[in-house]
């Protein structure tokens, strides 16, 4: 039976004490829960006992997102195996199955871009994307690649050298585009290629993200020999030019080469701060650096970090993909574990080595140094948000750094398509799994009439309603700084350190009257960004704050203005071309869309069909004197 939202095990000591008693010392996997019976965490441990403990010990230094993690688990499930190498396999198998929230150490959906292959469809997409979000599980997803512009040319260059689709659309609905003329597609759009052959097709482009450039050369060798003996020399040559496009290919890859090419092998390393580790992942096939990885994690023990991080990696790829040999930076706790299970996954022997000298030990040596390269260009990044936070609560007189800014805008023409965006940088940097839209519902804006300043009004009240609507929780939003420490509680998730408006003192003064009325004018700090001056205005004052436009608190304002206007007006587009796109017979109430095109394959346009008589509509298939009527009465009010 489902639960309940109950209250967390955090604050009921007893019912945790209890639980724990019931969970035994030994190998297995456990399943944390929250209130609505959702599988938020999964883990493994040799004593399972004393690994769930330690995240309800007091004085324990848990990072922000186990912290948050641990503070929602109501209950907590176990299932206790033999060997620690079961539990290892278990918990990679649960994890695959149930994506929990918070089994996410590797921070790579953002910074770094995966390659994409659905082969949930009939004729896969290949496409670039920095979110990796499984959409089915027979999807795949190769990476994160460190050189997004390597990997972007990389694919040009394989839709060059085989026939892919090009496109994610058909650009016609009853021929094929100039791509299937030149060669660059097969017809996918008008099936001029079965998806067996295309698959097939497809599977040797995955072969090189995967570092197994050699095969697909050998299987187009044999082709283009096979071709050759039966006398069909133009199939053979265009053979031959993909191969000669795949050897370029494999050149142009070159960056490293180790004289053993027999064995396949991994190197990684890293190299962390107080805050951060970033970890690079060198992929070495037939003695050649075929692909680099990278990845960023919460900085920890430096042998914990890479086990997981490669546990965490090689649940995710093909069993063809995971190496004979990998190398690492320093010996792992669970090293044995690790290999045994890679080596039932791969279903051949994988060897993990932390060498000490030699050819191995100066490739995890540059491995190390990339990494390092790679955390010092994070730190400077850092360190300029920070510069930016410091100059902004210096510059707006606020009583701490601006963890959360949440900055709005309006997007329209004359009134139509009205919306609305809400950005939000956590730390000066975009957090874009909290960006939203807002479809404008005001009866007073409409195309042809526009209101900025009541539209950022329905917005902020949207925004806010929930608190506004628990005035006991008043006493919550209070600064943090007029309180004591000893009765500070904690504040929402979400409650935003600064709120941004886009405009002037106009826009400001319409969202300062909504959070008056809502009583949380004083728990808000609200400003507006001008934008032909970059001016600050504050509440209440009619001139502006004196800045410069390029000190780094300005400039940090100027990011979040321009992200939520580059957001509202990528929605305001979508929505104006669905309207654009949106027939008048979607309004006529039945009317289906095997109906509206049976009538358009009959009248051959919507301005036919609306001087057409009832008669006329009826004698269309499928369309009843009884929709008829109701059709010739919507054109004929």
């Given at each position: 039976m489902p639960l309940t939202k109950t209250q967390p095990l955090a604050k009921d000591r007893e019912r945790l004490e209890n639980r724990l008693k019931e969970i035994p010392p030994e190998p297995g996997v456990y399943i944390m829960r929250d209130g609505?019976?959702?599988?938020?965490?999964?883990?493994?441990?040799?004593?399972?006992?004393s690994r769930v403990r330690s995240y309800f010990q007091k004085g324990q230094a848990l990072s922000p997102r186990i912290a948050l993690m641990v503070s929602q688990v109501c209950e907590i499930e176990f299932i206790v195996t033999d060997t620690e190498a079961e539990a290892l396999a278990l918990e990679a198998n649960l994890i695959k199955e149930h994506q929990p929230n918070f089994n996410v150490l590797l921070k790579d959906d953002k910074k770094y871009p995966?390659?994409?292959i659905t082969w949930s469809e009939k004729y896969p997409r290949i496409f670039i994307t920095r979110k990796r979000q499984l959409r089915h599980s027979k999807d795949r997803y190769y990476g994160p690649y460190v050189d997004s512009g390597q990997l972007r040319n990389t694919l040009q260059q394989l839709k060059r050298i085989f026939p892919l689709r090009q496109r994610p659309q058909p650009l016609y609905k009853d021929r094929p585009c100039l791509n299937y003329d030149i060669g660059r597609c097969p017809g996918v759009c008008q099936g001029l290629i079965t998806p067996e052959e295309y698959r097939q097709t497809v599977e040797k482009v995955a072969m090189v993200f995967q570092g197994r450039i050699a095969e697909p050369i050998a299987m187009l060798t044999k082709q283009m020999e096979k071709a050759a003996e039966v006398l069909n020399f133009e199939q053979a040559a265009r053979i031959r030019d993909r191969i000669a496009g795949l050897k370029a290919l494999a050149g142009s890859e070159q960056k490293v080469s180790l004289p053993d090419d027999t064995i396949s092998r991994d190197a990684i390393a890293l190299a962390s701060s107080e805050q951060y580790a970033c970890i690079q992942l060198f992929q070495m096939r037939a003695g050649q650096l075929v692909g680099r990885l990278g990845f960023v994690a919460e900085a920890a023990d430096t042998g914990e970090i890479l086990q997981r991080v490669l546990e965490e990696h090689y649940q995710n790829v093909e069993p063809v993909e995971i190496p004979a040999e990998i190398i690492v930076q320093q010996e792992l706790p669970?090293?044995?574990?690790l290999a045994d299970w890679l080596s039932s996954h791969k279903g051949r022997k994988v060897t993990i080595v932390a060498p000490q000298r030699q050819s191995k030990a100066e490739l995890i040596a540059m491995v190390e140094r990339n990494a390092e390269y790679e955390l010092a260009r994070m730190q400077r990044a850092s360190d300029r948000n920070a510069k930016a936070m410091q100059d902004l609560a210096e510059l707006l007189d606020l009583p701490e750094?601006?963890?959360r800014i949440e900055c709005y805008d309006i997007s329209h023409i004359q009134g139509s398509d009205a919306v609305a965006s809400r950005v939000v940088f956590i730390d000066g940097l975009p957090a874009k799994q909290h960006y939203r839209h807002y479809k404008i519902k005001n009866p007073e804006v409409y195309a042809g009439h526009s209101d900025d300043f009541a539209s950022l009004a329905e917005v902020i009240g949207r925004r806010f309603r929930e608190y506004a609507a628990n005035p006991e929780d008043g006493e919550n939003l209070e600064p943090e700084s007029a309180k004591p420490e000893s009765a500070k509680p904690s504040r929402p998730q979400d409650w935003p350190d600064l709120v941004v408006i886009d405009g002037g003192k106009g826009q400001l003064s319409a969202v300062v009257e909504v959070l008056q009325e809502m009583n949380l004018m004083e728990n808000l700090r609200t400003v507006s960004l001008a934008k032909q001056r970059e001016e600050i205005f504050l509440p209440g004052e009619s001139?502006?704050?004196?800045?410069?436009?390029?000190?780094p608190g300005v400039q940090l304002l100027r990011r979040c203005r321009d992200e939520a206007h580059r957001f509202a007006v990528s929605f305001h587009r979508q929505k104006r071309t669905q309207r654009m796109r949106r027939s008048r017979l979607d309004d006529i109430p039945g009317l289906g869309h095997e109906r509206q095109k049976q009538l358009l394959a009959h009248f051959r346009s919507v301005d036919y069909i609306a001087i057409a008589t009832p008669e006329q509509l009826a004698e269309v298939p499928g369309i009843g004197p009884s929709l008829a009527g109701e059709i010739y009465a919507y054109f004929h009010p």
């Open positions: 609505s019976d959702n599988r938020i965490y999964i883990g493994k441990s040799k004593k399972l006992r995966f390659l994409c669970e090293a044995e574990i750094l601006p963890h001139l502006p704050v004196p800045s410069d436009a390029e000190q």
